[in-house]
């Protein structure tokens, strides 16, 4: 059973504009992680945020920020004032576990930012 | 630079040759991960090392594939006998040990089978 859920395929969004890109997550353990990663044409993971399951405020940095939503499994990220540079794949993925090594991605979301 | 660093970047190989991946860690990270990623597809975990210790290996695509960090500091990914099939992506990444820590990514190596 797939782990973590990426609906979109692809979005686009307007450059200054904020876009949401959603994540829906399956575990059974009470204790995880959610990551969100970018991955640009140069195919380089870069990690953007990180949202622990016990952790009670929504995960923010810079113009990124997650919207976690325990109840309903999701972990949505916000990308506020869109840039070009924003265009790239985005990969949700979890971390389950106490040991830490069943990390699972989603299938990506790709953004293009328009000018 | 004290990021991930991965080599080569890319490697061109014939079917049926083996090939051989270095991953250097950011060098305060006990744990170290490899993952394969095909096009349009997000990574799939493939081993894990706690400093030489490797500690799953179960994932790995078949007994062609091997790894090895043998001093606890950077690892090998080899591929014997590599298939077409075996072109992707292929991503190191590490990270300390405490759970909440993150996994930070090298620039992975670009592995074409022909």
């Known amino acids: 059973a797939q782990k973590i859920t990426q609906t979109q395929p692809g979005m686009f969004v307007q450059e200054k504009e904020a876009v949401t890109l959603d994540c829906t997550y399956d575990?059974?353990?009470?204790?995880?992680?959610l990551f969100w990663y970018k991955q640009p044409s140069s195919g380089e993971m870069i990690f953007l945020i990180y949202q622990g399951s016990y952790d009670e405020q929504n995960a923010t940095e810079g113009r990124y920020s997650l919207n976690f939503q325990k109840a309903r499994k999701s972990a949505n990220l916000v990308i506020s004032a869109s840039q070009l540079g924003d265009s790239a794949m985005y990969f949700c993925a979890m971390r389950e576990d106490n040991y830490g090594q069943n990390f699972v991605f989603g299938p990506g979301t790709r953004l293009s930012v328009l000018p | 630079d004290t990021g991930v660093s991965q080599n080569p970047r890319h490697k061109i190989t014939k079917r049926g040759q083996n090939v051989t991946f270095r991953c250097d860690p950011i060098?305060?990270?006990?744990?170290l991960y490899w993952y394969r990623q095909t096009l349009g597809q997000g990574p799939e975990f493939l081993t894990y090392f706690q400093n030489e210790a490797q500690l799953e290996k179960s994932r790995l695509l078949s007994d062609r594939f091997s790894a090895e960090r043998p001093k606890g500091s950077f690892s090998t990914l080899e591929i014997q006998r590599t298939e077409q099939g075996d072109s992707a992506m292929y991503l190191c990444?590490?990270?300390?040990?405490?759970?909440?820590?993150?996994?930070?990514f090298g620039p992975g190596t670009r592995l074409t089978v022909l």
């Open positions: 575990t059974s353990d009470q204790s995880y992680g």
């Open positions: 060098s305060e990270h006990n744990r």
């Open positions: 990444a590490s990270k300390r040990q405490a759970f909440t820590d993150t996994q930070y």
